[in-house]
C-alpha cells in the first residue's frame, strides 16, 4: 500500500485552530477572568440609576437589611475591618512573592478577585445612594428663596443667633460635666443614637441601624489628606483621625455616623449630622454640632462681623475651633491634599453631584432652611 501523502493525509479533517478557540469558548475565558469583572464593576460606577431605582433598591431594600448586619459587626470588633482587609491583601501579595512566580500569580487572582467583588457590589451597598431622592425633598425644604442674597443674609443671621444660644447653654453643661464622674454613655454612641432618632423620626432613612463604635485610622494619617473622617463603603464603618480634639471629633463623627446610615452625599451628611446633633439631649453632641455649624456661619462674614460674632461665643469656644486648625495644620500636607481633593472631586462628579467638592457648601443651606 502506497504511503499517504502529507497534503492527502488531512483531506476530510478539521482545520487546524491555529490557537484561537471557538467563539463559546472565548466567551467563557473571558468570564473566567477577574480583570473583565473588574473592569465591570468599575464601568458600573458611572451608570446613572434612576431615582426611582436607588430609592427602591438602596434605600428601602439592601441598606436596612444589610446595615443590620455591618452595625453587629462593627459594634462587635474594636479594629478596623478596613485596615484589616488591607492588610490582609498586602500579606497575601508578599507570601505570593515569597513563593515565587506561580505564587505571586495565584496572589494576585485572589487579590484581584476581591477588588472585582467589592467593585460589583460597590453600588449596592453604598453607590447608589448618590442617586436616591435629595435630603431636601425628603425634609420638604424648600430652599428656592435663599438664593436671593439679601433673603439669605437675613436668614443665615437668624440662624447664627439661634445657634449660638445652643453653642452657649451646651458649653455650660459641658463645663459643668467635667467635675462628675465619666457619663456611661460614650459621645461617639450618644451621637450615633441621636442621629439614628432623628433619620427615623424624619422618615429620611427609616429602618437602617447605625454602630455605636467609631474606628480610627493610625493619628494624623487623615489629616494629611485634608480630611478628618470617612467611611468605609463596603461595611458602612465609620473613622475618624484620632489626633482630632473631643468636640471636633464628634462633629466629624455626626457626619461620617450620617454616610453610615445612607446618606452618600456630602452635603446631605454634614447637615443631617448637624441637624441631628442641635437636637440632641447629650450636651457634648449638641455642643460639638452647634460649634460646627457656627464656624461654617462665621466664616461666611466679614473680618469684622466674624470678629464680632466670635467674641458673642462662650469661653473655651474658639479656642476649641483654634485647636481643631492647629491639629489640622500640623498633619496637612499640601501636596497629598491637592491630589486628594482633585480625585475626590472627580469621583463625586461621576456619582451625579455636579457640583463636585463645592456640593459641600450646600449643606450650610440645607440647614439655615431646615432651621
Same mark, same amino acid.
Given at each position: 500500500m502506497a504511503k499517504p501523502t502529507g497534503r492527502s493525509s488531512r483531506v476530510g479533517l478539521p482545520p487546524s485552530d491555529g490557537g484561537y478557540a471557538p467563539s463559546g469558548r472565548r466567551r467563557r475565558s473571558l468570564l473566567s477572568r477577574w480583570w473583565f469583572w473588574l473592569l465591570l464593576g468599575v464601568a458600573l460606577q458611572f451608570v446613572p440609576w434612576p431615582t426611582a431605582w436607588a430609592d427602591l433598591v438602596y434605600r428601602d431594600l439592601i441598606h436596612p437589611a444589610w446595615s443590620n448586619v455591618t452595625t453587629s459587626l462593627n459594634n462587635a470588633l474594636p479594629l478596623s475591618l478596613a485596615a484589616g482587609l488591607l492588610l490582609a491583601g498586602v500579606t497575601v501579595l508578599v507570601i505570593g512573592l515569597v513563593n515565587g512566580w506561580r505564587g505571586f500569580r495565584t496572589a494576585v487572582r485572589i487579590v484581584g478577585w476581591t477588588l472585582a467583588i467589592g467593585a460589583l457590589s460597590y453600588p449596592l451597598v453604598f453607590g447608589m445612594g448618590y442617586r436616591t431622592t435629595t435630603l431636601e425633598t425628603r425634609l420638604g425644604l424648600d430652599t428656592s428663596w435663599l438664593t436671593a442674597p439679601a433673603a439669605y443674609q437675613e436668614a443665615a443671621g437668624l440662624v447664627r443667633q439661634a445657634v449660638l444660644a445652643t453653642l452657649s447653654e451646651s458649653a455650660a453643661q459641658v463645663a459643668a460635666l467635667a467635675a462628675l464622674p465619666p457619663p456611661s454613655e460614650s459621645g461617639e454612641a450618644a451621637a450615633s443614637r441621636c442621629l439614628s432618632a432623628w433619620l427615623t423620626t424624619n422618615d429620611v432613612w427609616a429602618g437602617s441601624s447605625l454602630p455605636h463604635r467609631l474606628?480610627? !485610622?493610625?493619628?494624623?494619617?487623615?489629616?494629611?489628606?485634608?480630611?478628618?473622617?470617612?467611611?468605609?463603603?463596603?461595611?458602612?464603618?465609620?473613622?475618624?483621625?484620632? !489626633?482630632?480634639?473631643?468636640? !471636633?471629633?464628634?462633629?466629624?463623627?455626626?457626619?461620617?455616623?450620617?454616610?453610615?446610615?445612607?446618606?452618600?452625599?456630602?452635603?446631605?451628611?454634614?447637615?443631617?449630622?448637624?441637624?441631628?446633633?442641635? !437636637?440632641?439631649?447629650?450636651?457634648?453632641?449638641?455642643?460639638?454640632?452647634?460649634?460646627?455649624?457656627?464656624?461654617?456661619?462665621?466664616?461666611?462674614?466679614?473680618?469684622?462681623?466674624?470678629?464680632?460674632?466670635?467674641?458673642?461665643?462662650?469661653?473655651?469656644?474658639?479656642?476649641?475651633?483654634?485647636?481643631?486648625?492647629?491639629?489640622?495644620?500640623?498633619?496637612?500636607?499640601?501636596?497629598?491634599?491637592?491630589?486628594?481633593?482633585?480625585?475626590?472631586?472627580?469621583?463625586?462628579?461621576?456619582?451625579?453631584?455636579?457640583?463636585?467638592?463645592?456640593?459641600?457648601?450646600?449643606?450650610?443651606?440645607?440647614?439655615?432652611?431646615?432651621?
Open positions: 474606628k480610627t !485610622a493610625p493619628r494624623g494619617l487623615l489629616l494629611r489628606f485634608g480630611s478628618a473622617g470617612f467611611v468605609y463603603p463596603w461595611f458602612l464603618e465609620p473613622h475618624t483621625d484620632p !489626633a482630632l480634639p473631643q468636640p !471636633a471629633a464628634l462633629g466629624v463623627a455626626l457626619h461620617e455616623f450620617a454616610h453610615a446610615g445612607g446618606l452618600a452625599r456630602e452635603a446631605e451628611a454634614e447637615a443631617a449630622g448637624v441637624l441631628a446633633g442641635l !437636637a440632641c439631649d447629650d450636651a457634648r453632641v449638641r455642643y460639638a454640632a452647634s460649634l460646627r455649624v457656627a464656624s461654617g456661619l462665621a466664616n461666611e462674614l466679614s473680618p469684622e462681623d466674624r470678629a464680632t460674632y466670635l467674641a458673642a461665643w462662650p469661653a473655651g469656644a474658639e479656642a476649641d475651633l483654634d485647636a481643631a486648625a492647629a491639629v489640622a495644620r500640623q498633619f496637612r500636607s499640601e501636596r497629598l491634599t491637592r491630589a486628594a481633593t482633585d480625585a475626590y472631586d472627580f469621583y463625586l462628579r461621576s456619582q451625579g453631584t455636579e457640583a463636585g467638592m463645592a456640593d459641600y457648601d450646600r449643606a450650610l443651606i440645607l440647614i439655615i432652611a431646615a432651621l
